[in-house]
């Protein structure tokens, strides 16, 4: 069952809300009304909850498709927006976009422990494959945890505070000498180096690298780019699968899925996280 924790939903709420708000005032002539968007899906959302069975799953469809267009058309980028994009797609059972949209607001909120709880019951629903991280992955997450327990707006308040501290010891140390202070400078100096460099991994990882989820129900694996190559597999790869993309020829994405298996498929059955 979908996990919605209402102290956690009115506080995702309150965010969405008030980054809205912000994003309409730094546009002064926005091509729509965000927030009043925003407020329509959420409505939609509630209202499909009283749905059953396949009036409910259109209905969810029907919110899903107004997130995403405060995504794509708004340009909308928060972490728990994505994550309510997820929990529509995931009522309507769409199970890749649903994927796709938790993946997203992964990037932003980590730590956020209702979208963790669904995307491991998406998982286990669907029996999805998720990419696997190498050994040296798990090696880093365990000597750098730090770097796993920010996400990317509390490293970069992190970094900014550290900037402004810095400056501030470097102005009184002009004027005093202390040795505690220059201790505390070099410190800060460390941290902030640290930071920085969590921060420029997060950026090349969201920004560069080819993530993606399989969004058809039917996906047909090929050894090649074509119909023409044989099936990689008897049957289709199940909506869901996570992959990473290592090479693109017209319609054809050769790709690598969480078994290790490197096989062609059509980019129309495909999501980029």
């Keep these: 069952m979908l996990r919605i924790n209402t102290r956690y939903y009115n506080l995702a709420l309150t965010v969405i809300l008030v980054f809205l708000s912000g994003s309409i005032f730094v546009n002064a002539a926005p091509d729509f009304d965000k927030k009043q968007l925003f407020l329509e899906a ?3 959302y ?3 909850l009283k749905e059953e069975d396949s009036v409910k799953r259109k209905s969810m469809l029907k919110a899903a498709e107004i997130y995403q267009a405060l995504i794509e058309e708004g340009g909308v ?5 994505f994550y309510n994009a997820g929990n529509a797609y995931f009522q309507a059972e769409k199970w890749g976009k649903a994927l796709v949209q938790y993946r997203r607001a992964e990037r932003l909120i980590p730590n956020y422990p209702e979208l963790q709880s669904n995307i ?7 029996n999805a494959t998720p990419t696997s991280d190498s050994w040296l992955h ?14 990317l707006t509390q490293k970069k308040w992190f970094l900014l505070g550290c900037f402004s501290l810095i400056w501030a010891l470097m102005i009184i140390s002009i004027f005093k000498y202390l040795f505690q202070l220059r201790v505390a400078l070099w410190a800060l100096v ?5 930071l920085g460099g969590s921060l420029s991994l997060d950026l090349y ?5 080819d993530r993606g989820v399989i969004i058809s129900k039917d996906s047909d694996a090929r050894k090649g780019p074509g119909l023409s190559y044989e099936r990689f597999f008897e049957q289709n790869l199940i909506e869901a699968t996570e992959f990473s993309v290592l090479e693109r020829q017209g319609d054809w994405w050769k790709v690598e899925i969480g078994t290790g298996e490197l096989v062609w498929l059509l980019k129309e059955d495909l999501e980029k996280i």
Excluded: C, P, R
């Design 138 to 151: 798990g090696v880093s997450k365990s000597l750098f945890f730090w770097h796993y327990l920010m996400d």
């Design 42 to 44: 959420q409505e939609a």
């Design 77 to 81: 980028k928060n972490g728990y927006l």
């Design 120 to 126: 491991q019951i998406l998982l286990e629903k669907t």
């Design 46 to 48: 509630s209202e499909a």
């Design 205 to 209: 990882k969201y920004n560069l690298t």
């Design 190 to 194: 460390i941290l902030t180096i640290g």
